[in-house]
């Protein structure tokens, strides 16, 4: 580790001499100023980790070279101690309130010295200590703000570039479905399977793009009246091939045709859809024979219900 570098300043040479023997034992770096001015020239292209600081001075006195220092943002971490044959109340009060860390009185007491001079430099050693861990962490944290960009501008590009092939494939799938008369049974289902299945990756990829909007805080619902009954039904029947695929029968009861709410549709229809894929997901199928709720014909779903 380095020597800790001391600056003092003062107007008379015997002052500095006699600072300097002081502090001599501790093999500290010590460079001087023997004014104001010359202090703050120096401190343009030198920061030392603490000044010991003379009030009374012809061109620039202590006290505004310190509030100078304090009001600097590449100085003002730097701890001044003030050195004065001043004795009054009110200039100690006058050393506080420019910035001064700490204050000391001629003659000068050399153990005192030694005692505050060490004090005021471990705090500056813990202070370095502290801006460098937060110099780490701040470019950390842009680091990672970069990466996160960077993924989610990577996620929201590919999440647009699959739904091209996706509406390639269901609109292939459409028009195979408008022509049913050749294919049997079985082909019917498998395109009707996947025509289902088309509709879900376009869901969950919807999803991505709402989530992406509401971290970014784009995300408005647009709110307006909604048919919510004639909604499900819509609903049910495009999800009736693939409940038939998966042997579950699919029914809605609305106790109120006449239901009207107020919300945005899109994101409503795609709460109610995805409520509707995970109860076909995860029911069971229907087994030939076997009466689940007592209804005759086998296992029934209100999917809107249950959810």
């Known amino acids: 580790m380095n020597p800790a570098r001391i600056l003092i300043v003062d107007d008379e040479e015997r002052n500095v001499k006699l600072l300097r023997g002081m502090i001599a034992s501790e093999k500290y770096e010590v460079d001087t100023a023997s004014g104001g001015q010359e202090a703050l020239d120096y401190l343009k292209s030198n920061k030392p980790d603490l000044i010991l600081l003379d009030v009374m001075m012809p061109d620039i006195d202590g006290f505004e070279v310190c509030r100078h220092l304090k009001a600097d943002e590449d100085t003002r971490i730097i701890p001044v101690l003030m050195v004065t044959a001043l004795m009054e109340k009110e200039h100690r009060v006058k050393a506080m309130q420019v910035g001064a860390d700490d204050f000391l009185s001629k003659p000068v007491d050399r153990t005192e010295l030694l005692v505050r001079v060490k004090s005021l430099l471990r705090i500056k050693a813990f202070q370095d200590k502290l801006f460098e861990s937060n110099r780490q962490i701040t470019a950390k944290n842009e680091r990672l703000e970069e990466l996160e960009r960077t993924k989610e501008e990577l996620t929201h590009m590919v999440v647009h570039d699959l739904m091209n092939p996706l509406a390639v494939i269901s609109m292939g799938l459409d028009l195979l479905l408008f022509d049913t008369l050749n294919y049997d049974d079985q082909q019917k289902e498998t395109m009707q399977q996947c025509h289902y299945n088309c509709a879900e990756l376009k869901r969950m990829i919807q999803s991505l793009l ?3 909007k509401m971290e970014e805080g784009k995300l408005r619902p647009d709110r307006k009246q909604i048919d919510i009954v004639g909604l499900i039904e819509n609903l049910m029947d495009s999800f009736k091939p693939s409940a038939e695929y998966n042997q579950i029968e ?11 709410l107020s919300g945005d549709e899109m994101l409503i229809k795609r709460v ?8 076909i997901r995860h029911t069971p199928p229907l087994w030939e024979g076997q009466d689940r709720i007592g209804s005759g014909r086998g296992e029934r779903l209100d999917a809107a219900q249950r959810q």
């Open 250 to 260: 699919l029914e809605f009861d609305p106790q109120n045709s006449d239901l009207d």
């Open 210 to 212: 709402d989530i992406h």
């Open 272 to 279: 109610i859809a995805n409520l509707i894929s995970n109860a």
